[in-house]
């Protein structure tokens, strides 16, 4: 029967028959591929009222403040708030745009938090607090007279007024809520520093000493569920589990997905949302009765999870290799605005060098940045300084001058030293051409005495002079808030809404004005979180919702875990730099004696506080610390004021081993998750004491041996890294860790890594590999080590004092 009254239906013959069972067969496998493709939809908005992925809420005690501008674009839109868990209450203040979350019982390990706003759901994870009360005890030694004794170290943050000790008879005593983990601390008797007399434990305080060591118990990770990513489709993700999750929570962006799972593994969903997307991203959660499993985080590729790391973009932060110049010290590449500081009691070091702008702009334009495998720049700051020399309120009372940019008197011109306006905007044109990002530093926290901000307004900043009257200069931890650097360098009280406006704007001006892909940001633990909220606000609703690009913001701070990670949300920063991570690497790979054991216990501490898959730097050194070659060849000692080094004598290599140590620093850093982050000269080996002898002028050309050496070893690791999603985006497996051998492994879907550190362990290392391991054609990629494969124990013949990647 004709279906089309109005058409003839004519015979079929010859070859259209032909052509009309091309054309059914193409219809068939057309219909065929629909079927397959995902059907799986959810309900969200056109416009999301969430900007970027939320992080997840951390509750801490018995109650949690929320702050909901922290996430939502308008927290006045939110209707109502559901939880998942009836062992968690919350309470909305609506006006206060606050959440407050507290405890009904024993909450679960993970939960979800569900806020409505204009009709559609967002969801949060939410992760319990694992706080347990720990007490600390002093016994006064018999016969001793003592009047106060305080504690200090991780635990508070290295503030003794933040943990008062209790006296009963001789015994002095503090109870603290802690997380599990691993804390250095000391006992303050009196005003002297010593360590806990009570505990054996301790641990290099990475400047040659040693702090006591407080331990709170971890699950081990035996007992707790590895998450890794087997496999996918065009609808599904297949997840493997080493145990069995009693649950699993999946986000795709900001909602809720459903999980299946059975004993052998588990199916998330791909929503079909996600096809429009160049890059959204999956993460998965679990645990089981003994703790947390590690977390997923699977980008995905207008909708399907990314396969090929030609699809990488610049601004995809995972996958960032940062490289830090200082301007005045990197490359002279217009010596007419040289202009060093005339000035009898300024040493070469502490004055102008002839660094700048134009300078490298053509190490970009000769490719050498490219060459390095770095992908993203970070700048130290251009903003105006003085044009003479100021001194140091503490001894020896040095002159320097504001090579470094630290000492701003302008919030909106460049320093005409480095350039103006023109050779900033070629320098980020020229990196965007080349797909590299900019990073600019920039100063919130501080301002010079001669800035206009200082001058016009005095009282905007905070008080110098403290009640007991000391100075309030250098107090880094007591007056962390109000501390002044020095005294031509006020600190700006950013508690002070109008002094948070000005310098937010004054941020604002040079991201816009210079197309900028993000900061790093000076001094972020002196500065209050109100501003890091405002600025954040800003940020992302002028730049990253109307103008649709990205912005990557990074901070310092030198601290403990819980201070470095409480600056570190959806309303602030981030990420920030991780030092614990530097400071433990740099000791373990600089020094014979030191234990590998130390780096593992390092990263479960990084990967609890910031997450698998944080975006957290990983630097090899930087311009406030000593050179790593300086330590590590012997030319400076790790209990030596470095900074006095520096001036006293010349610092050289003494020992060339420190070479092959840096490379396996490099090594680490390249293989870790986080973005790794090169200063200028640890390419080469630069040698070097504290500042301002670790900010010597760069060399290209006239390189020892050695360093020539060192450098193509750091390309061979920047390009084994740009080149696998293993190593961007996989999941991390600790294999072995001993004293003197180490072993860890990257797992993205079909891809692996797996990275061998040998101190001086024995040789050949074997290595017992979980089963999803096995079945995959490895091979040394840095062409190290020799290799085989017996069942499940992979045998690697790696020499002493090196490294390894191992991969598919």
């Known amino acids: 029967m004709n279906r089309y009254p109005n058409t003839t239906v004519s015979p079929i013959s010859g070859k259209s028959a032909w052509l009309y069972c091309l054309v059914l067969m193409m219809i068939f496998q057309a219909c065929e591929t629909t079927e397959e493709q995902n059907e799986f939809s959810l309900d969200i908005p056109t ?71 204009d009709g559609y759901n967002y969801d949060f994870l939410v992760k319990k607090s694992l706080r347990q009360t720990v007490r600390v005890e002093y016994e006064v030694p018999e016969g001793k007279n003592v009047k106060k004794v305080q504690l ?197 070091i502490q004055n102008y060098m002839g660094g700048d702008l134009k300078g490298i702009t053509q190490k970009i334009k000769d490719g050498y940045f490219k060459e390095m495998g770095m992908n993203t720049l970070w700048l130290s700051p251009i903003t105006q300084n ?50 590299m990002n900019v990073l600019l530093d920039y100063v919130c926290n501080h301002v010079h005495i001669l800035h206009p901000i200082y001058q016009n307004n005095p009282e905007w900043v905070t008080a110098v002079d403290l009640p007991d009257g000391t100075k309030n200069i250098r107090i880094w931890e007591e007056q962390r808030l109000t501390t002044w650097f020095d005294m031509h360098i006020p600190t700006l009280d950013l508690s002070n809404p109008e002094v948070i406006e000005v310098q937010a704007d004054s941020a604002f001006y040079w991201l816009k004005k210079f197309n900028l892909d993000g900061y790093r940001h000076d001094a972020t633990k002196h500065i209050p979180e109100e501003f890091w909220r405002f600025l954040t606000k800003k940020i992302k609703k002028e730049i990253i919702a109307e103008e649709g690009r990205d912005i990557y913001q990074i901070g310092e701070t030198y601290g403990s875990h819980e201070l470095i990670s409480s600056y570190i949300s959806s309303g602030m920063v981030e990420s920030q730099f991780d030092f614990n991570i530097h400071f433990t690497a740099r000791d373990v790979f600089a020094k014979d004696d030191a234990s590998l054991l130390n780096i593992s216990n390092a990263m479960r501490e990084t990967f609890d506080y910031y997450g698998y898959h944080s975006t957290m730097g990983n630097i090899s050194g930087n311009h406030d610390q000593t050179r790593f070659m300086g330590l590590a060849s012997g030319a400076v000692a790790f209990d030596e004021d470095a900074k006095e080094a520096g001036f006293a004598r010349k610092i050289e290599v003494k020992d060339k081993k420190g070479y092959q140590k840096l490379a396996n620093m490099h090594a680490f850093l390249m293989s870790v998750p986080g973005v790794p982050v090169i200063y200028y000269g640890d390419e080469i080996g630069m040698v070097g004491a504290s500042d301002p002898d670790n900010r010597r002028m760069m060399r290209f050309d006239d390189l020892a041996e050695e360093e020539t050496a060192l450098r193509e070893k750091v390309k061979e690791l920047t390009q084994a890294r740009k080149n696998s999603l293993a190593l961007i985006y996989g999941d991390t497996y600790m294999l072995r860790t001993e004293k003197d051998v180490m072993a860890y492994a990257r797992v993205y879907f079909d891809e692996v890594a797996i990275i061998i550190f040998n101190k001086n362990g024995e040789a050949p290392i074997d290595l017992e590999l979980p089963e999803f391991l096995l079945n995959r054609k490895l091979k040394s990629k840095l062409g190290n080590s020799d290799i085989s494969l017996t069942g499940n124990k992979l045998r690697i013949k790696i020499p002493k004092g090196s490294y390894d990647y191992i991969m598919n």
């Open 152 to 348: 200090v170290g991780d635990l508070n943050n290295w503030n003794p007024n933040n943990s008062p000790m209790t006296q009963e008879g001789n015994t002095w005593y503090a109870d603290l809520s802690l997380n599990p983990g691993r804390y250095p601390y000391k006992i303050v008797v009196d005003g002297a520093w010593i360590l806990d007399p009570a505990n054996p434990e301790k641990i290099s305080n990475n400047i040659g000493g040693y702090n006591s060591l407080l331990e709170v118990k971890k699950p081990d990770l035996n007992t707790i569920p590895f998450l890794y990513t087997k496999q996918f489709d065009n609808q599904n993700i297949t997840i493997g589990f080493t145990l069995k999750p009693t649950q699993v929570l999946a986000y795709w962006e900001n909602y809720k997905l459903p999980v299946e799972i059975n004993e052998s593994g588990m199916s998330v969903p791909i929503p079909n949302n996600s096809e429009s997307m160049k890059r959204s991203f999956i993460r998965v959660y679990a645990y089981n009765e003994n703790g947390l499993s590690n977390d997923l985080k699977i980008p995905l590729e207008y909708g399907k999870p990314l396969s090929d790391t030609k699809d990488i973009q610049r601004m995809d932060k995972e996958a960032m290799m940062m490289y830090f110049p200082l301007v005045d010290r990197f490359n002279n590449g217009d010596k007419s605005n040289d202009e060093p500081l005339d000035d009898d009691r300024l040493e070469p």
């Open 386 to 435: 003085p044009l003479e020399a100021y001194q140091e309120y503490p001894e020896p009372k040095r002159y320097y001058s504001g090579y470094h940019g630290y000492w701003p008197i302008s919030s909106s011109k460049v320093d005409h030293r480095f350039g103006d306006d023109e050779t900033m905007h070629e320098l980020v044109r020229t990196a965007h051409e080349n797909d």
């Open 47 to 117: 416009e999301s009222a969430i900007i970027g992925i939320a992080t997840p809420i951390q509750l801490r005690g018995e109650m949690t403040e929320v702050i909901l501008d922290d996430y939502f674009n308008d927290p006045l839109k939110i209707d109502s708030i559901g939880a998942s868990s009836e062992k968690i209450k919350h309470t909305f203040y609506a006006d206060e745009k606050r959440l407050e979350i507290s405890k009904n019982g024993t909450p679960e390990y993970l939960s979800n938090l569900t806020l409505r706003a």
